[in-house]
Protein backbone atom coordinates (compact mmCIF):
# COMPACT_ATOMS: atom_id res chain seq x y z
CA UNK A 1 0.00 0.00 0.00
CA UNK A 2 1.15 3.11 -0.63
CA UNK A 3 1.12 4.60 3.09
CA UNK A 4 3.11 1.75 4.05
CA UNK A 5 5.34 2.80 1.54
CA UNK A 6 5.74 6.35 2.46
CA UNK A 7 6.18 5.38 6.41
CA UNK A 8 9.06 3.18 5.28
CA UNK A 9 10.44 5.60 3.41
CA UNK A 10 10.25 7.97 5.97
CA UNK A 11 12.37 5.27 8.20
CA UNK A 12 9.44 4.13 10.20
CA UNK A 13 9.22 0.42 11.39
CA UNK A 14 6.45 -2.10 11.31
CA UNK A 15 5.61 -2.77 14.46
CA UNK A 16 2.71 -5.02 14.50
CA UNK A 17 -0.35 -6.17 12.75
CA UNK A 18 -3.75 -5.16 14.45
CA UNK A 19 -5.96 -8.11 13.41
CA UNK A 20 -9.62 -7.39 13.33
CA UNK A 21 -9.03 -3.55 14.48
CA UNK A 22 -12.06 -1.60 14.81
CA UNK A 23 -12.56 1.21 11.54
CA UNK A 24 -14.46 4.54 11.99
CA UNK A 25 -16.88 3.26 9.01
CA UNK A 26 -19.37 1.73 9.44
CA UNK A 27 -21.42 -0.85 7.09
CA UNK A 28 -24.09 -0.48 5.56
CA UNK A 29 -26.32 -1.92 8.38
CA UNK A 30 -24.39 0.34 10.66
CA UNK A 31 -22.01 -2.25 11.95
CA UNK A 32 -18.56 -1.09 12.75
CA UNK A 33 -16.15 -2.78 10.31
CA UNK A 34 -13.00 -4.45 11.09
CA UNK A 35 -9.87 -4.54 9.02
CA UNK A 36 -6.28 -5.89 9.63
CA UNK A 37 -3.48 -3.29 9.87
CA UNK A 38 -0.42 -2.39 10.73
CA UNK A 39 1.61 0.14 13.46
CA UNK A 40 4.52 2.07 12.04
CA UNK A 41 6.73 3.90 14.37
CA UNK A 42 10.09 5.51 14.52
CA UNK A 43 11.93 7.07 18.08
CA UNK A 44 12.39 10.56 18.14
CA UNK A 45 16.51 9.87 18.55
CA UNK A 46 15.90 7.53 15.11
CA UNK A 47 14.21 10.66 13.36
CA UNK A 48 16.38 13.38 14.42
CA UNK A 49 19.59 11.01 13.76
CA UNK A 50 18.05 10.76 9.99
CA UNK A 51 17.83 14.72 9.71
CA UNK A 52 21.49 15.06 10.17
Given at each position: M???R????LG ?5 P ?8 K ?5 PVYEN ?6 L?K ?5 K?
Amino acid sequence: MPSQRLCEKLGMRREGPFLEFVSFVKDTDGNPVYENTYQYAILKKEWDRQKS
